[in-house]
């Protein structure tokens, strides 16, 4: 990458979606802005977002017939010849289905990984992805491009407890995954689901009985993982509490047993090699 790239990227999202006002940035946008025939836009096949709802595309481009497309796509160049939507995805399909025929852009010469980085950050911004997506896309970027947890954090504006957990999210069968992306279970929900060893069964009743997320995570904590009802020897709060921390820290769910005075397990639950081999660097002390 450049310095001129490095000096534009520390400026922010706002200086790449063209949405910071400093005078550099607007004088920028003036130079790079055009006004691009449709056809010669083509959608990121790495956009984190993959759903858009026939309702809201059609609301949008109710609008766009009025008023035109107020906000310029941000756009990086193909070798073709064409653009590839880097954001804006959503106001380009919906411009197909008002008849518009050019739409400005703000052309951007951006790598891969800087690509998905903005698509995601811009998508999480507007609350444009379901849990799923966005799970999927720091994943992504972990494993495509060495992004640390705290890293990826800090680019997105989150918690790292809140990367850990929404990627754990990866770990629940196909199934529930499907009802997370139809908007059946919330990620509240499917967070209540992860340590659970029945969870398919379990989010069938959290949708039958419309429970909300507290109720799901009351459920959760009735079943131990044979789908027996738990002892009558409930964890202490300090044990839970560290438990939570731990499983923060790692990505993966940790119990604590207390055996007796002399000593007890922490177990880490792992589904994947690769998620034992992250485990495995962790304690060796390496940054992924």
Do not use: C
Request: hydrophobic share 35%; glycine share 6%.
């Amino acid at each position: 990458m450049t310095q001129v790239q490095k000096r534009r990227l520390g400026r922010g999202l706002a200086a790449l979606i063209g949405d910071d006002t400093t005078e550099e940035a607007v004088i920028q946008d003036i130079r790079s802005l055009r006004h691009v025939p449709v056809e010669l836009l083509h959608p990121n096949p790495n956009n984190p977002r993959k759903h858009f709802g026939e309702d809201d595309l059609n609301t949008l481009a109710q609008s766009l017939k009025t008023k035109g497309l107020l906000q310029p796509l941000v756009v990086r160049p193909r070798t073709d010849g064409g653009f590839e939507i880097v954001a804006g995805e959503r106001r380009w399909r919906a411009s197909q289905r008002a008849g518009l025929h050019e739409l400005p852009v703000l052309v951007r010469e951006l790598d891969d990984k800087e690509t998905l980085e903005i698509a995601l950050i811009e998508n999480i911004q507007r609350s444009d992805l379901n849990p799923l997506e966005e799970a999927r896309a720091y994943r992504q970027l972990l494993d495509q491009y060495g992004h640390t947890q705290q890293l990826l954090a800090d680019a997105v504006g989150k918690s790292r407890s809140h990367i850990a957990n929404t990627m754990r999210l990866l770990n629940l069968p196909l199934a529930t995954q499907q009802q997370i992306e139809e908007g059946a279970l919330t990620a509240g929900h499917a967070r209540a689901l992860i340590a659970t060893e029945a969870p398919e069964d379990l989010a069938e009743k959290i949708i039958k009985l419309n429970l909300t997320v507290r109720q799901a995570e009351d459920l959760a904590r009735e079943k131990n993982p044979s789908g027996r009802r738990k002892s009558a020897v409930e964890k202490d709060a300090d044990t839970r509490a560290l438990e939570k921390q731990l499983t923060d820290i790692v990505g993966l769910h940790v119990a604590i047993k207390h055996k007796d005075k002399m000593g007890g397990q922490v177990l880490i639950s792992y589904k994947t090699l690769d998620q034992l081999d992250d485990i495995i660097r962790k304690l060796g002390g390496q940054v992924g």
